[in-house]
């Protein structure tokens, strides 16, 4: 079965240190991992997405890593902001019959106090 | 520009009624999909559209209709609405299902069922 796991849930952080979320995946065979973010009330909002070819992607104080061969990829954020607090949700693409099917991880859900 | 708008944003019903909810984008986009977001699980997909006239199942369509008649719409309707259906539904959609294309998601619709 195709499986997202994220961690940790939930995470605090001071305001302007970094973080890194994770995400591990099962999901075969795999076409690209993306990245949302959301905010409270809000629909997901991308951050970055990335093939199976693409180690790394940049997006701003977000950088997103992609380890294929252990299904793994990260996503940390430099010098945090008060409005970084949201729920960042790992989404892997499936590339079997019907590519457009995405699953979805459960998200980490980030606090980012001053 | 719009992007996705989501038609009611909060909706209150009781057990027995029925509701249609409305999804619009103005990208052209061909693929349109409806998830839904319940705590504690990731988002995951009731139905979806490859193109205006077309339909088909996600991972949770039980209980739930869709119709697409026109490119920029995709309509999701309760015919016989249950609590289980208590949720908050996502409108999203996207250029393409294939390859690392984004998907663009409307700001939800809080669903209570009473």
């Known amino acids: 079965k195709n499986q997202v796991e994220q961690s940790p849930q939930s995470l605090i952080i001071l305001e302007g240190k970094n973080c890194t979320l994770q995400?591990?995946?099962?999901?075969?065979?795999?076409?690209?991992l993306r990245w949302y973010k959301q905010d409270t009330g809000r629909g997901p909002v991308s951050l970055t997405i990335?093939?199976?070819?693409?180690n790394t992607k940049s997006n701003g104080r977000y950088t997103a890593t992609l380890d294929a061969d252990t299904k793994q990829s990260s996503l940390h954020i430099t010098a945090s902001q008060l409005s970084d607090s949201a729920s960042y949700i790992c989404?892997?693409?499936?590339?079997?019959?019907?590519?457009?099917?995405?699953?979805f991880g459960k998200g980490t859900k980030l606090s980012v106090i001053p | 520009n719009a992007g996705v708008t989501q038609t009611p944003k909060f909706r209150v019903l009781k057990t027995g009624q029925s509701m249609t909810l409305l999804c619009a984008q103005d990208?052209?986009?061909?693929?349109m999909y409806w998830y839904r977001q319940d705590p504690g699980m990731g988002l995951r997909l009731i139905h979806y559209?490859?193109?205006?006239?077309?339909?088909a199942k996600g991972e949770v369509p039980d209980g739930y209709n869709v119709s697409r008649l026109k490119k920029q719409n995709f309509l999701l309707g309760l015919e016989s609405a249950a609590p289980s259906q208590t949720s908050v539904y996502f409108c999203?959609?996207?250029?393409?299902?294939?390859?690392?294309?984004?998907?663009?998601f409307g700001p939800g619709t809080r669903l209570t069922v009473t």
């Open positions: 990208m052209n986009h061909e693929y």
């Open positions: 995400c591990n995946y099962t999901v075969s065979p795999f076409s690209n």
């Open positions: 989404v892997v693409s499936y590339s079997g019959a019907g590519s457009y099917q995405l699953t």
């Open positions: 999203a959609s996207s250029y393409s299902g294939t390859g690392g294309y984004e998907q663009y």
């Open positions: 559209s490859v193109g205006e006239g077309t339909t």
């Open positions: 990335m093939t199976f070819s693409e």
